[in-house]
């Protein structure tokens, strides 16, 4: 069975410092891996996506996410936060076999000004 | 781009009434889906859709039923509802190894 893990629920950064929210998955086969982002009230977007290839991908708002196999990570990173990308993030993952996307817990980010 | 359309936003209805939510894609996706988010609880899915008239259940079925008469519009559906199911309510519909899924922009429903 798929499942993904999001460690953090919550995290506080302060504006301009760099993030790094953490995502660990279990899938038996190549995953495929995404990263959306919920700002309040609305639904989810997608940030970026991983299927094959090189294992750093970069994604809109300046959000970047590296695909580590060993560690079964897909850590989404950000080299300076803006107060606007305070919101929920979540990690999915999914294969080419299915259709089903399973999603982690979600981790909300809040920015300090 | 995808786009997928709820067709409220903000809902408030009374206990035992039937409850109708609906969601509209326009890009010709097979697949449709239908969540619920809680706080700490994340997203679960409820239902879900491979084709018209084709409908599977997810990991919280319980109380709701769903309908696919076309391919574009999938509904969900709450026979009686309860204060239990005051929630936020996405639709999605994609496929894992095109895009992913696109989200429509959520109902919040209120069960008073």
């Known amino acids: 069975a798929q499942s993904v893990t999001q460690p953090d629920i919550h995290i506080t950064v302060s504006e301009g410092a760099s993030l790094e929210l953490r995502c660990n998955y279990s899938?038996?086969?190549?995953?495929?891996l995404f990263w959306y982002v919920q700002s309040p009230g609305q639904g989810l977007q997608l940030l970026l996506k991983y299927f094959s290839g090189d294992t750093l991908v970069q994604g809109i708002k300046g959000f970047e996410a590296e695909f580590k196999r060993s560690q079964s990570s897909f850590n989404l990173r950000k080299p300076s936060v803006h107060w606007s990308d305070a919101a929920e993030y979540f990690c999915?993952?999914?294969?080419?076999?299915?259709?089903?996307?399973?999603f982690g817990g979600g981790t909300r980010l809040m920015v300090k000004p | 781009d995808v786009k997928v359309t709820q067709s409220s936003r903000y809902l408030v209805k009374r206990t035992g009434e039937k409850v109708f939510l609906e969601c509209v894609q326009d890009?010709?996706?097979?697949?449709m889906f239908w969540y619920r988010q809680d706080p700490g609880l994340g997203l679960r899915l409820i239902y879900f859709s491979y084709d018209v008239k084709m409908k599977e259940k997810g990991d919280i079925p319980e109380g709701y039923s769903v309908s696919r008469e076309k391919k574009e519009r999938f509904s969900l559906i709450l026979e009686s509802a309860s204060t239990n199911q005051t929630s936020m309510y996405l639709c999605a519909s994609g496929t894992v190894a095109n895009y992913g899924y696109t989200f429509g922009s959520g109902t919040r429903l209120t069960v008073v």
């Open positions: 890009m010709d996706h097979e697949n």
């Open positions: 999915a993952v999914g294969g080419k076999a299915g259709n089903m996307l399973t």
């Open positions: 899938y038996g086969a190549t995953p495929y």
